[in-house]
T-cell receptor, first 109, second 115 residues
Framework: RKEVEQDPGPFNVPEGATVAFNCTYS??????FFWYRQDCRKEPKLLMS???SGNEDGRFTAQLNRASQYISLLIRDSKLSDSATYLC??????????FGKGTTLSVSS | EAGVAQSPRYKIIEKRQSVAFWCNPI?????LYWYQQILGQGPKLLIQ????????DSQLPKDRFSAERLKGVDSTLKIQPAKLEDSAVYLCASLGWDPGANVLTFGAGSRLTVL
C-alpha cells in the first residue's frame, strides 16, 4: 500500500459546482496533515492544514478521520481559478512531508 | 520575506553528463529539503538537512546523487552521471513555523531534461 493515495482524476466540473477530493494514508502514527495546491509548471503551495476537528477556509473545507486514515477536501462554488492539482500531504512523526500524486481539477465556464 | 531561491530554472543535458542545482532557503529556516517531482507525480523526498547535518537521505540514489549544505544555509544538489529517468523538477523547500503548524515553502524548482 502506498503511503499516501489519491484519486488522480481529472475532475472536470462547471463553475459553481461542489467537488470533493479524498486521500488515504498508511502510517497510523502520522501527526500532521495538509492540502497543497500546485498550478501547472509551478511549485506546490500550502492551501490549508487539516485538523482533527475539521477546518474551513472560505469555500474550502478539510476533514480528517484518524480511525479510517482518511483526509478529504471539499471545494464549494468552484471558480475557474480553482483549476490546479491538489496534493494530499502527510507528516509521519520525525520525518519529512510525504506527498500524494495529486488530484487534478479543471473548472470550466 | 524573500522566498526560497533556486537556480538554474532550466537545464538540458545529455545522459552521462553532470549537473548541479543550487538552493538558498528562507532566512532563518534551519530545515531544508530537496524533492524530486517527475511529471504526473507528487514530490518525492531526496534528502533532508537540519542546519548542515543530514537528517534523512534514505531515498537519495547515492551512486549518482549527492547534496551538501556546508554552512547550514545554501545547499547544492549534484547528479553525476545523469540518466534519462532523472528528468524531473528538483524542488528545494525550507521549513518555517506558522501558528499551529510547520509550513513548508518551496522554491520555483529546477527543471532538468536529460536527453
Amino acid at each position: 500500500r502506498k503511503e499516501v493515495e489519491q484519486d488522480p482524476g481529472p475532475f472536470n466540473v462547471p463553475e459553481g459546482a461542489t467537488v470533493a477530493f479524498n486521500c488515504t494514508y498508511s502510517n497510523s502514527a502520522s501527526q500532521s496533515f495538509f492540502w497543497y495546491r500546485q498550478d501547472c509548471r509551478k511549485e506546490p503551495k500550502l492551501l490549508m492544514s487539516v485538523y482533527s476537528s475539521g477546518n474551513e477556509d472560505g469555500r474550502f473545507t478539510a476533514q480528517l478521520n484518524r480511525a479510517s486514515q482518511y483526509i478529504s477536501l471539499l471545494i464549494r462554488d468552484s471558480k475557474l481559478s480553482d483549476s490546479a492539482t491538489y496534493l494530499c500531504v502527510v507528516n509521519p512523526a520525525g520525518t519529512a512531508l510525504i506527498f500524494g500524486k495529486g488530484t487534478t481539477l479543471s473548472v470550466s465556464s | 520575506e524573500a522566498g526560497v531561491a533556486q537556480s538554474p530554472r532550466y537545464k538540458i543535458i545529455e545522459k552521462r553528463q553532470s549537473v548541479a542545482f543550487w538552493c538558498n532557503p528562507i532566512s532563518g529556516h534551519a530545515t531544508l529539503y530537496w524533492y524530486q517531482q517527475i511529471l504526473g507525480q507528487g514530490p518525492k523526498l531526496l534528502i533532508q538537512f537540519q542546519n548542515n547535518g543530514v537528517v534523512d537521505d534514505s531515498q537519495l540514489p547515492k551512486d549518482r546523487f549527492s547534496a551538501e549544505r556546508l554552512k547550514g544555509v545554501d545547499s547544492t544538489l549534484k547528479i553525476q552521471p545523469a540518466k534519462l529517468e532523472d528528468s524531473a523538477v528538483y524542488l528545494c523547500a525550507s521549513l518555517g513555523w506558522d501558528p499551529g503548524a510547520n509550513v513548508l515553502t518551496f522554491g520555483a524548482g529546477s527543471r532538468l531534461t536529460v536527453l
